[in-house]
């Protein structure tokens, strides 16, 4: 290979580190739009906002308390949690057994206030957290990553994993699992059906408020960068296969690599498309997804 | 009988419009017979079949750039809008095997990717499309008051043309068939409905009248660009049309685009910045209170139910 070839190799390994720790976000993000999904069968418009909003929660709690934006998780996180709590019992849980089409636009029409709120109350404008103390770079190897992102990469798939704990070992996360498996039947067991949609929602909520506070360190924060965090759900969600935290996050780490060497290539306009071009393959052949089963867990 | 006797009369009513109403009110009518086609359109696939398609804004910006691509080639402005129609069914036709095979909300997500990525294709060709610059149309010579009834009369047309195939539709084995599929397409199935070729068929309708008013949109506002006629609210609009009115119906979608254009007409003359929440608050009582429509609520004397199975 000689000496270029070294080089050529260096660069890819960058690249997909680069990949990796975006990827580590996206399977955040898509995380509670998948368990929002899965267990309602509901596809909640309002998840772009809602990272949005989790965004503004630490930016705000930065700007003005001082609270670095990863202690602002408990922030975003507890915030989404109620929003997504009532939203769910007082107004989506009324059509939660219609036809898909009634349950996408009311999420969709529940988007439209949320984020036109968002525009009156914060404006357009781009804001950013710029941190006081930044980590630095952290080096692995010929490699060199910033260290704030990796760390955001981190705690966000420490986030997947608890989420992943919470579903398989506490009584709430099995009855979430159990009204995705069977609504009926966990109803007969004496599951509070009612209940179980507003929590999973509200923790669906909840995980985007937590990636939003978390992206805030990374990515410009605005209203109008609801629509990208929803598509990124979406693909990652697809990939993956719905329903499962593991599915979600390989979905996540999948899609973060394939960006990153598609805007590498083709440059960073045509990744978007190469992604959904991709999804499209993939729904055709294989509509589980990669990891797709039944059981969300 | 009583459908065609109805719609006979609103074309007939509307077109005497030019000779009482200025140019606004033209021009609410113009949109009005162009919100009509959409949502009329969106029925076929959305209302009988139950398919929740996104791909509506697709077929209007394909439409749109097909005809405008053509007419910069020099041919004439009517051909092009045949060929914008054309186009759309074409593509609603190709694409439409690829993603009918999935439902529910893996089938609204893959037309609403289709939506996207035509956005980003014409985008990605700056030679042929103009590219984020966007395209402009040719200019008519005539007068702005012929060219606003012009417009008005081609919308009109079209949207008559619409209404009609959805009465025929309506009436016919594939109306039927379309409403088998919708409650059970298993069971459509294995009586003998050839649940793929009826959704192709129900998806084609779908596209190649939207693909028409897209191309006359373009000669109509004479620039258009990737964010324009591929906004993804030219999808869900028609949805929401058809939600007031009411699913499945043949007048539904219809009254529906005049209630919505009514109600943006007064939002944005009022509350411009806060236009999209007031869309939102409408879709929300809507679907919490209204879900089968105004019309479900006066169904007893209009022909919906008549024509039904």
Known sequence: MGPAGTVTNMIYLQIAANGLVLGGLYACIAVGFSLVWGVLNVINILHGSFIVLGSYVAYFAYVHLGIHPFISIVLSGAALYALGYVLQRGIINRVVAAPVLITLTLTFGLDLILNNAMLVAFT???QAVNLAHPLGTIQIGPIFLPGDRVAAMGLALLLTVLLYRLLRDSRIGRAIVAVRMDREAAALMGVDIWRINAVTFAVGALMAGAAGALLSIIFPISPLNAPLFLGKAFVVCVLGGLGSVPGAMVGGLVLGVIESFTSYWFGPERSVTIS???????????PSGLMGRRGYE | MRAWAILIAVVALLALLPLAGNNYALRLATTVCMYAVMAQSWNFIGGLAGYPSFATAAFFGLGAYASAILQGQGAPMLL???????AAMAFAALIGGAILHLRGHYFAIASLIVAEMLRELINGLPDLTGGGKGMNLPILRISVASEAQFFFYAMLVLAFVCAATAIVVHGSKLGFGLRCIQQNEDAANI???NAYAYKTAAFSLSAVFVGVA???YASWVKYIEPPDVFDILLAVKPMVMVLLGGLGTIFGPALGAVILLAFEELVWRNFLTIHAAA???IIVILVLFLPNGLLSTVRGWLPAKASSP
């Open chain 1, 124 to 126: 357009a404008d781009y």
């Open chain 1, 276 to 286: 959904f071009a991709l999804l499209l393959v993939l729904l055709f052949v294989r």
């Open chain 2, 80 to 86: 092009s809008w045949a060929f914008g129609g054309l």
């Open chain 2, 191 to 193: 009586l003998g409905v």
């Open chain 2, 214 to 216: 897209g191309a006359i």
């Open chain 2, 279 to 281: 869309l939102g608050v």
